[in-house]
């Protein structure tokens, strides 16, 4: 590094102090990445005392970030503590008062995530891999070849949409309210997709009482292999109070949306950042499984969760107080060269490319992470049936959100074999 552009960086000027790395704009222009190596290296656990979500720590090291996360009985993510993100859950007008397991302790989190968490099981997913090829053969032969089109809204959104749709067995004509929903659940007004906190809790009023009424639907039906049936009759889900109910769809209605979109953009844009592992995947489609874990860990689509501590503790030498928000942040972990090789670059044959940190860890370690990598899959093989390459013809927009970190549209052009 040059003196000129140490003098230009602003993550190598400010002063330790003052480094609050919660602005989403940071993650917008993508330039949160110095300042997360700054901190891996001078101050791996770092306390901001001032943000515009009060003060928090930043645990940047992959190490570190798996100390917390296997530590449930110190590190909680109880919603009435603040949850699962920088932006507390429950709090003033940002508040929601919904319940979900992600946000719940043992032993309450464990009994409800048992009772959903066969719609993902790998008995499931034999069933589901067929219907995910055919939508997404039928989404890929919709497109031009060789005229710019936007990537994340005709297949990214598409996809992830009718994957979500199946899984809840929601009516196929409304899919796309799952991902209105989706975007709303998860937004502030500074993001522009909602203009007040008002707004969100309308929208997400409306979301309840369209699940209300497929709720009512299937209590009256037999028992059937999707999301909302399963919740409506497992016993340990069954007579959730209503806001419960509600928060769990909206948590897989998130979990299972914005993640997975961002993943598949996530992925055009590295391969086109990397010509070379294109050229590689291109001789080798057998790679393709080797390069999904490769392509969430570059990706990271969510940039950190959080806890709040509830009781004095240590992490990495630095000691935490009761009640003090603690954030993960994967993204910088997944960068860390003590535990990744060379974790700037983007190896699509990374020997043991499953060891990194988008999924979490823990209690709470991703319950969709098999269907998600089985969606990924399942696109780059119908896409390489198709096309030789799917090229980025311009510059990407990324999602203001220092959470979901993805991209609102990427221009591509697509090229026959
Ligand atoms: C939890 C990431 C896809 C459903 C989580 C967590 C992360 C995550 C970081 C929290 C882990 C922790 O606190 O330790 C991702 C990524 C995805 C993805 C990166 C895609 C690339 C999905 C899909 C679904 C899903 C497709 C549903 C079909 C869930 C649920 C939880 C969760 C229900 C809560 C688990 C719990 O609290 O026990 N995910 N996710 N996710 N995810 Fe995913």
């Given at each position: 590094?040059?003196?000129?552009?140490?003098?230009?960086?602003?993550?190598?000027?400010?002063?330790?102090?003052?480094?609050?790395?919660?602005?989403?704009?940071?993650?917008?222009?993508?330039?949160?990445?110095s300042?997360?190596?700054?901190?891996?290296?001078?101050?791996?656990?770092?306390?901001?005392p001032e943000?515009?979500?009060?003060?928090?720590?930043?645990?940047?090291?992959?190490?570190?970030?798996?100390?917390?996360?296997?530590n449930?009985?110190?590190?909680?993510?109880?919603?009435?503590?603040?949850?699962?993100?920088?932006?507390?859950?429950?709090?003033?007008?940002?508040?929601?008062e919904?319940?979900?397991?992600i946000?719940?302790?043992?032993?309450k989190?464990?009994?409800q995530?048992?009772?959903?968490?066969p719609?993902?099981?790998p008995?499931?997913?034999?069933?589901?891999?067929?219907?995910?090829?055919?939508?997404?053969g039928?989404?890929?032969?919709?497109?031009?070849?060789?005229?710019?089109?936007?990537?994340?809204?005709?297949?990214?959104?598409?996809?992830?949409?009718?994957?979500?749709?199946?899984?809840?067995?929601?009516?196929?004509?409304?899919?796309?309210?799952?991902?209105?929903w989706?975007?709303?659940?998860?937004?502030?007004?500074?993001?522009?997709v909602?203009?007040?906190?008002?707004?969100?809790?309308?929208?997400?009023?409306e979301?309840?009482?369209?699940?209300?009424?497929?709720?009512?639907?299937?209590?009256?039906?037999?028992?059937?292999?999707?999301?909302?049936?399963m919740?409506?009759?497992s016993p340990?889900?069954?007579?959730?109070p209503?806001?419960?109910?509600?928060?769990?769809?909206?948590?897989?209605?998130v979990?299972?949306?914005?993640t997975?979109?961002n993943?598949?953009?996530?992925?055009?844009l590295?391969?086109?950042?990397?010509?070379?592992?294109?050229?590689?995947?291109?001789?080798?489609?057998?790679?393709?499984?080797?390069?999904?874990?490769e392509?969430?860990?570059?990706?990271?689509?969510?940039?950190?969760m959080?806890?709040?501590?509830?009781?004095?503790?240590?992490?990495?030498?630095?000691?935490?107080?009761?009640?003090?928000?603690?954030?993960?942040?994967?993204?910088?972990?997944?960068?860390?060269?003590?535990?990744?090789?060379?974790?700037?670059e983007?190896?699509i044959?990374?020997?043991?490319?499953?060891?990194?940190?988008s999924?979490?860890?823990?209690?709470?370690?991703?319950?969709?992470?098999?269907?998600?990598?089985?969606?990924?899959?399942?696109?780059?093989?119908?896409?390489?049936?198709?096309?030789?390459?799917?090229?980025?013809?311009?510059?990407?927009?990324?999602?203001?959100?220092n959470?979901?970190?993805?991209?609102?549209?990427?221009?591509?052009?697509?090229h026959?074999?």
């Amino acid at each position: 590094m040059t003196t000129d552009t140490l003098v230009r960086d602003p993550a190598s000027t400010v002063p330790l102090s003052q480094m609050d790395v919660s602005d989403p704009k940071l993650f917008q222009s993508d330039t949160i990445g110095s300042y997360f190596a700054r901190l891996r290296r001078e101050d791996p656990v770092h306390y901001c005392p001032e943000s515009a979500y009060g003060p928090y720590w930043s645990v940047t090291k992959f190490k570190d970030i798996m100390q917390v996360e296997v530590n449930h009985q110190t590190f909680s993510s109880e919603a009435k503590l603040g949850g699962i993100a920088l932006q507390d859950m429950q709090s003033g007008e940002a508040s929601l008062e919904l319940e979900m397991f992600i946000a719940m302790d043992p032993p309450k989190h464990d009994a409800q995530r048992k009772a959903v968490s066969p719609v993902v099981a790998p008995s499931n997913l034999v069933l589901l891999e067929p219907i995910i090829r055919e939508r997404a053969g039928l989404i890929l032969d919709s497109l031009p070849i060789g005229e710019e089109i936007d990537w994340v809204d005709r297949v990214s959104i598409e996809l992830t949409t009718m994957t979500l749709a199946t899984l809840f067995d929601f009516p196929w004509e409304e899919r796309r309210k799952l991902t209105r929903w989706s975007d709303v659940a998860t937004a502030t007004p500074e993001t522009g997709v909602v203009s007040s906190f008002e707004q969100r809790r309308e929208e997400l009023l409306e979301c309840a009482q369209y699940f209300k009424g497929l709720w009512d639907q299937r209590v009256n039906e037999p028992p059937k292999s999707d999301l909302i049936s399963m919740m409506v009759h497992s016993p340990a889900t069954r007579d959730m109070p209503y806001l419960e109910f509600l928060g769990n769809l909206i948590l897989l209605i998130v979990g299972g949306n914005d993640t997975t979109r961002n993943s598949i953009s996530g992925g055009v844009l590295a391969l086109n950042q990397n010509p070379a592992e294109y050229r590689k995947l291109m001789a080798d489609p057998g790679l393709i499984p080797k390069m999904i874990p490769e392509i969430i860990r570059w990706q990271t689509p969510l940039t950190h969760m959080r806890r709040t501590a509830l009781m004095d503790a240590e992490i990495g030498g630095r000691k935490i107080r009761k009640g003090d928000k603690v954030v993960m942040w994967y993204l910088s972990g997944n960068r860390d060269d003590e535990v990744i090789d060379r974790p700037n670059e983007f190896i699509i044959d990374r020997p043991n490319s499953r060891h990194h940190l988008s999924f979490g860890f823990g209690v709470h370690r991703c319950m969709g992470n098999r269907v998600a990598e089985l969606q990924l899959r399942i696109i780059w093989e119908e896409i390489l049936k198709r096309f030789s390459k799917v090229e980025v013809v311009g510059a990407p927009e990324r999602t203001l959100s220092n959470f979901i970190r993805g991209f609102t549209h990427l221009p591509v052009k697509l090229h026959a074999h």
